[in-house]
């Protein structure tokens, strides 16, 4: 019963955010988020950006989700931001004058932001899945995620100079230490699309499907492995992979010391350990 309210109360919540549509698989501790305005290919108006943060909240407080696909409704990922309604809804913050002006547009790129960020530092595992089209905007979204899945016809573009704005939604700050800092130049300088086997061989995404349906089955089924492991160890390694973009190996060593120092008695290793010793497979929490 708790369950079933549990799982009541977080589709209820989901109905004040139209833009995004959760489907949730308890009994493999895994969702889907879909972006859900495929009349629009997923174009991210304003919604999107106000409500992400909120709908990941909602992901990284529920105890029955470890890991997350996130993927398109209807024929492409995303085409990115919505600029036209972007540009109708602030030019007069765009073009303001005055440094109240300029600070409210600072403050807007600094909002806009938080919902990527929620995704590139939450405990949970993020895997984006991409078909048709990951532009702009989009390409910022999957760079948060951890993992990144592509269906043959995906194409990437980090189209942002070739609409006179540099990329400022975390793109130009997390490809580099994913494909490097000479491909994210290439991306960013040329603003050209590329094709999934080009996002293949720079390293953007893990692997490739045929079609929009297998690369959803593939996504789902590798949420699945991941949920499976210990949650601790998982979100340990997630935390260490993300402490060493900003830090050097020494630094990285002694923080990943410090934390199974902290952490490796956990629920799941005392499983294991007992089940070593009765030669049975141990059963994580």
């Not at 997923?42 to 029955?64: C, G, K, Q, Y």
């Not at 592509?150 to 704005?165: G, N, P, W, Y």
Request: charged share 25%; glycine share 8%.
């Amino acid at each position: 019963m708790n369950q079933i309210t549990a799982q009541s109360s977080i589709e209820k919540q989901m109905e004040n955010f139209p833009f995004f549509k959760l489907e949730k698989n308890p009994q493999n501790r895994t969702a889907i988020l879909y972006l859900n305005k495929p009349d629009k290919r997923n174009a991210m108006d304003m919604s999107f950006w106000r409500d992400l943060p909120h709908v990941i909240r909602l992901i990284e407080t529920d105890p029955e989700i470890r890991c997350a696909v996130i993927a398109g409704s209807g024929k492409s990922f995303t085409t990115g931001l919505d600029l036209g309604e972007f540009i109708a809804d602030s030019r007069q913050i765009i073009q303001g004058e005055t440094g109240d002006r300029r600070t409210e547009l600072y403050n807007l790129i600094l909002g806009m932001q938080t919902g990527l960020n929620e995704i590139a530092n939450g405990r949970k595992i993020y895997i984006a899945a991409v078909q048709k089209h990951c532009i702009g905007g989009g390409l910022d979204l999957i760079a948060a995620c951890d993992l990144r899945l592509a269906s043959k016809d995906a194409q990437f573009s980090l189209r942002e100079t070739r609409v006179a704005i540099v990329a400022d939604m975390g793109s130009l700050n997390r490809l580099p230490a994913i494909i490097g800092e000479g491909n994210t130049a290439l991306m960013a300088y040329t603003g050209r699309d590329f094709s999934a086997e080009e996002a293949l061989r720079m390293g953007l995404v893990s692997e490739i499907f045929e079609t929009q349906e297998t690369l959803l089955a593939g996504a789902r089924a590798l949420a699945e492995e991941i949920a499976a492991n210990p949650t601790l160890a998982v979100q340990g390694s997630k935390e260490i992979i993300r402490y060493g973009r900003s830090h050097g190996p020494d630094d990285g060593l002694k923080y990943v010391a410090a934390w199974n120092a902290a952490f490796l008695d956990s629920a799941d290793l005392r499983e294991l350990s007992s089940a070593v010793l009765e030669k049975r497979r141990p059963v994580f929490g």
